[in-house]
Structure formats: structure tokens, C-alpha cells
């Protein structure tokens, strides 16, 4: 783990973690928006079951984003320790 | 000066699809055919036609005595239960490029295992072997990932070569299909997964999916860790195919060019760009390749790093 | 025109109005990034991390308007 961000491949390595997780809460919200409007046509209750997926979806990528910085800024104060 | 240039339109585009056909190959030629019928309102759809997977493979010097056939007609199978096992274009490059690294690399292996230093051929295929360990397998996954080497050095060549060989005439990116991509991405997912359970155990690799949080939560964090599994080999399937369909399609549409304005002047112009894009392809066939296996080492390094971090959010 | 037709339009303006958007604010924030970290270059590693936080929540927000603009034109 020598001077790590020199070069490129060490920089797309340490920012390989972050790739996807802008991408996570967009799709988190696509997914309960399509859950939601499959159980609106199976139980009759258009729209209200798509907005509470949408609702939960958002939430839930958001939650799940914060999760995942915490740990990750975490894991890194800890390398950063070790390092030194 | 011009007034070799200012014919009639008509004559400057045979002119121009007769030296097209002699010096390209037979995509340029369907192009200046289709100008010829006049019209170039579909150009682009009929650009698209020479990347888009087909069932004729273009030989040099063949024509098919059937006009309504381009090429050599490659194998056509019934439907097996809905899904089509005709073999096609990229099929065959696919073929071929795997038969290129079974006979080209065990011919270096025997080559190199009898001399010690290796020399030429041996030598350059030697080097990438030794970049991949080094610079891809060994900073991303430690020691630990060398048992994964012969994947990523097959994922490696075999995605090299299948670039490459869009690059000679009458040749085909296999690459640039979004099914293959796909495929190899389908591959590298159940490599990720599988190298994070054999590190992590199968009770940590569970645990890890449902994210830690309070039981009330797993109905909405379990359904979004997973949907997270599938983004990053989904992202490389996008990526390699979106960068080889990209090149081709410029350098296409820049010889392209010379039909849209029906005048030979455009041709130095286009044909210089699109030999500078043909080179800027050279690089980007090398490029996808090493990215292809940077990422997929490195999503699976960073599974198997989980355990000795602790897995503790 | 055909109303089938405004919704392929809206479908197209709303995907490049957003990623203007998402450009002006990861340009903003790379640049900021840029100049903190040439001011204090022992802070880069820090600096850095805050800025993809950043940059993926804009992202995220991008993802989002692209979706809705996808359902759109597949409507």
C-alpha cells in the first residue's frame, strides 16, 4: 500500500467503493415504484400503493446510502490510523 | 478547380461507391448502394445495420449470388423452445477468438516453458500475464486472489482479442453486442459472489445482505442490497459494449460522411478522422479489456477484504 | 401533434435539463474539491471522500429524473 494514489489504478481503487452508490437510490426507488404499481393492479387500489413505493423506496436507498458512507468513512479513518 | 468534384451527382457517387468497394470492405459498400438509390434519410439506420448482429458473415471476394444476401450464409437452426440457436456474425468472432487464444496461447505456453527467458512472441504475451498479476490480481485481491488469476487472465485475453478482431477488415467486435457483454457479465457476477461466500462463509456472506439493521427493516433493505449485487456487473455490461459500439459507430459515420455530402473533397477530411479514430480504437480495445478486469478483481477484492475487516457496520 | 408525441418531447428536454444540472453541480463541487485540495494537499485523502459523498448523492438525484424520464418515453 505504498504511495497508493499516485497513479490511476490506485485511484480507481480508492474510489471504486463509491461507484455505486448514486446509482443504488435511483434504483431502490425504481424497483418499490414497480413493486407497488404490480400490487396496484393485483389489489385495485391505483395509485396509492405505487406513491407508498416511492415513498419506501426513497427512504429505504437513503438509509441504505448513509449505512454505506458510514462504513465507509469508518473503514477509512481506520486505514488511515493504521497507516500511521 | 472544383470541376472534377462538381459532377453530377450521380456520377461523383458511382464514382466514389466504386472505389469505396475496391479499397473497403463490403459495409462501406452497402452504404454508397443505399445513397445510390437515393436519399440518405436512413444512413444512420443503415450505419447501424453493419454493427447490429446478422446472420451473413462478409468474406473477402465472396458474393452470394442471392442480391438479397450479404455475404456467406452462416448456419440457421429452428427455434429451441422460443430461443434462437442460429449461429451468427458475432457467434462465429466469438468462436474464432476463442479458438485464436486456445491455439496461439498453449502454443506460447509450450514455447515459454522451454525457454527460461522467453523471447518474441512468448515475451509479449508474457508481459501482459505478468501486468495482469501484478498490477491487476495482486494490489486488488493480495494473495489470497491468485487462485483467480486463470479467470481474470481468460477474461482479460479473451475480451482483447474479441476487440481486436472488430478492428480488421471485414471483421466483427463480438464485443459489441450487448448479449455477449452481457454474458460475460453474468459470469464475472457469479465470480464476485462466489470468491466473497468461499472468504466470507456463507453465514457472514447472508448476514452481510441484510444490511445490519433492525429486523423490521429487512423487507426494504434486503430487496435494495440485492438490487446492489446486480449494478456492478450491469454497470460493466453497459460499459464495455456502450465503448465498443461508440467507436464503430463513428468511424462509420465518418466515412459516412463522404455519402452525406456526395463529394469526393470530404474524403481526406473523414477518412484521416477516422483513421485517428481507428487508432484512438486500438487504445480503447486494450483500455475495456484492462478495465473489464480491473473492475471484476476488484469487486471481488473488495468482497473477500470484508472478513478481515471485520464485518461490522 | 399528438400527445404521444409531447411526452417523447418532454421525455428528451427533461433528460437534458438534468444532466445540465447534474453538470453544473458536479463541475461546481469538483472544482471546489480541486482548490481545497490544493490549499491543504495533507487534507486531499479527506477531501476527497466528502467530495464522491457529495457527488453521489447528485448523482443519485440525476439516476432519479432520468428514470422518470425513461418511464416516459416508454409509456
Known amino acids: 500500500m505504498k504511495n497508493e494514489e499516485n497513479n490511476a489504478a490506485g485511484m480507481i481503487r480508492s474510489v471504486a467503493p463509491y461507484l455505486t452508490l448514486g446509482i443504488q437510490i435511483a434504483a431502490a426507488v425504481v424497483l418499490f415504484l414497480f413493486v407497488g404499481k404490480y400490487a396496484d393492479d393485483v389489489l385495485g387500489t391505483k395509485p396509492w400503493l405505487m406513491v407508498a413505493g416511492i415513498v419506501v423506496g426513497f427512504a429505504g436507498g437513503m438509509i441504505h446510502f448513509f449505512r454505506e458512507v458510514v462504513a465507509l468513512s469508518n473503514k477509512e479513518e481506520h486505514e488511515r490510523i493504521t497507516k500511521n | 478547380m472544383f470541376s472534377w468534384i462538381l459532377l453530377s451527382d450521380k456520377k461523383v457517387h458511382q464514382a466514389v461507391a466504386d472505389t469505396v468497394h475496391a479499397v473497403t470492405d463490403s459495409s462501406a459498400h452497402a452504404v454508397a448502394e443505399h445513397g445510390a438509390h437515393g436519399g440518405d434519410e436512413n444512413l444512420f439506420t443503415q450505419l447501424l445495420h453493419h454493427i447490429y448482429d446478422s446472420k451473413y458473415l462478409e468474406i473477402p471476394f465472396y458474393h452470394n449470388p442471392d442480391p438479397n444476401k450479404h455475404g456467406f450464409e452462416l448456419m440457421q437452426f429452428e427455434k429451441w423452445y422460443g430461443i434462437d440457436f442460429s449461429i451468427t456474425k458475432h457467434v462465429f468472432f466469438m468462436w474464432l477468438a476463442s479458438a485464436v487464444l486456445i491455439l496461439v496461447l498453449s502454443w506460447v505456453a509450450r514455447k515459454n516453458l522451454k525457454n527460461r527467458v522467453p523471447k518474441g512472441f512468448g515475451n509479449l504475451v508474457e508481459v501482459f500475464v505478468v501486468f495482469v498479476r501484478d498490477e491487476i490480481v495482486l494490489p486488488n485481491m493480495g494473495k489470497g486472489g491468485l487462485k483467480y488469476l486463470p479467470y481474470l487472465l481468460t477474461n482479460f485475453f479473451f475480451i482483447l482479442v474479441m476487440n481486436l478482431l472488430g478492428l480488421i477488415p471485414y471483421g466483427a467486435s463480438a464485443t459489441g453486442n450487448v448479449s455477449v457483454t452481457a454474458g460475460l457479465a453474468i459470469i464475472a457476477f457469479i465470480m464476485i459472489q462466489l470468491s466473497a461466500i468461499r472468504a466470507q462463509g456463507f453465514g457472514h456472506y447472508l448476514a452481510h445482505l441484510t444490511g445490519g439493521v433492525h429486523w423490521a427493516l429487512w423487507p426494504i433493505m434486503i430487496p435494495i442490497e440485492v438490487l446492489g449485487l446486480f449494478t456492478k456487473p450491469f454497470a460493466l455490461c453497459i460499459r464495455l459494449f456502450a465503448n465498443m459500439t461508440g467507436g464503430h459507430i463513428v468511424i462509420l459515420a465518418l466515412i459516412g460522411l463522404i455519402f452525406v455530402f456526395k463529394s469526393l473533397a470530404v474524403a481526406p477530411v473523414s477518412v484521416t478522422f477516422a483513421l485517428g479514430i481507428y487508432m484512438l480504437e486500438l487504445f480503447v480495445a486494450f483500455l475495456q479489456a484492462y478495465i473489464f478486469t480491473m473492475l471484476t478483481s476488484l469487486f471481488m477484492g473488495l468482497g473477500m477484504q470484508m472478513e478481515s475487516h471485520g464485518h461490522r457496520h | ?75
Do not use: H, N, W
Open chain 3, 1 to 75: 401533434m399528438e400527445s404521444l408525441g409531447l411526452g417523447y418531447l418532454a421525455a428528451g428536454i427533461g433528460a437534458g435539463v438534468s444532466i445540465i444540472g447534474a453538470g453544473l453541480g458536479i463541475g461546481k463541487l469538483a472544482a471546489a474539491a480541486m482548490e481545497a485540495s490544493g490549499r491543504q494537499p495533507e487534507a486531499a485523502g479527506q477531501v476527497r471522500t466528502s467530495m464522491l459523498i457529495a457527488a453521489a448523492l447528485i448523482e443519485g438525484a440525476t439516476f432519479f429524473a432520468l428514470a422518470i424520464c425513461i418511464i416516459l418515453a416508454t409509456k
